[in-house]
């Protein structure tokens, strides 16, 4: 298990959490034309959403029950019929995803403090420096900073270090797994940060 961290310049003139431009829903148009039902049905056998798959059960996720990142976007391509536009941000990552299987979280740059890694919670821990942040269990599988915890890994960032829609600066990072190539995760990082950068 590996964190991939890359950095990203939000250049569109849209808010990360404001509507996507054209160009973005189009993108997004288009993947949904990709998967129909039996594409969907047998994604998580392709190598990477597989190597994913077999992750979780190695850090105690069960995919059938709490899905990978890729499993779940497909799946709700198939109930939505269509991978709905829901912010800038949002749909960035999504293409990401769905084009390389890869999943891409972002922090707000300016809320991290120093080097982002994996690692344990410890007793009594927070998830991020608001005031009002959850507690997390002890031996949570975290991404954190040199301060604190920011994210539990394959779940939910700690409130109030999210991109908002003032953000500029943005953190980017992705886990890669055993069985997946680095190409395609830094690929992952290479197309959430070349979406945000275009005109």
């Not at 054209?22 to 969907?40: I, K, Q, T």
């Not at 991404?143 to 991109?163: K, Q, R, T, W, Y």
């Not at 953190?171 to 979406?195: D, H, I, N, Y």
Request: charged share 20%; with cysteine; aromatic share 4%.
């Amino acid at each position: 298990m590996q964190l991939l961290v890359g950095e990203a310049e939000h250049t569109r003139a849209q808010p990360l959490t404001g509507a996507s431009p054209a160009d973005v829903r189009e993108r997004l148009s288009e993947l949904s034309n990709r998967f129909h039902g039996a594409r969907a049905v047998s994604i998580r056998r392709e190598p990477v959403p597989a190597a994913y798959r077999v992750f979780f059960r190695h850090i105690g996720l069960e995919p059938d029950v709490v899905g990978t990142p890729i499993e779940t976007a497909i799946l709700e391509r198939m109930v939505q019929g269509g991978f709905p536009s829901r912010s800038l941000l949002e749909d960035v990552l999504l293409v990401a995803l769905v084009d390389t299987s890869v999943p891409v979280w972002a922090l707000d740059a300016e809320s991290v403090d120093g080097q982002l890694g994996i690692r344990t919670s410890h007793e009594g821990e927070r998830l991020g420096r608001a005031a009002d942040a959850p507690v997390l269990p002890a031996g949570r599988l975290v991404v954190a900073d040199s301060s604190s915890a920011l994210a539990i890994l394959f779940g939910e960032l700690a409130p109030g270090h999210e991109p908002h829609s003032l953000t500029r600066s943005l953190k980017l990072f992705s886990v890669q797994v055993a069985g997946v190539p680095r190409m395609c995760t830094e690929e992952a990082l290479w197309a959430s940060q070349a979406a945000l950068q275009q005109q």
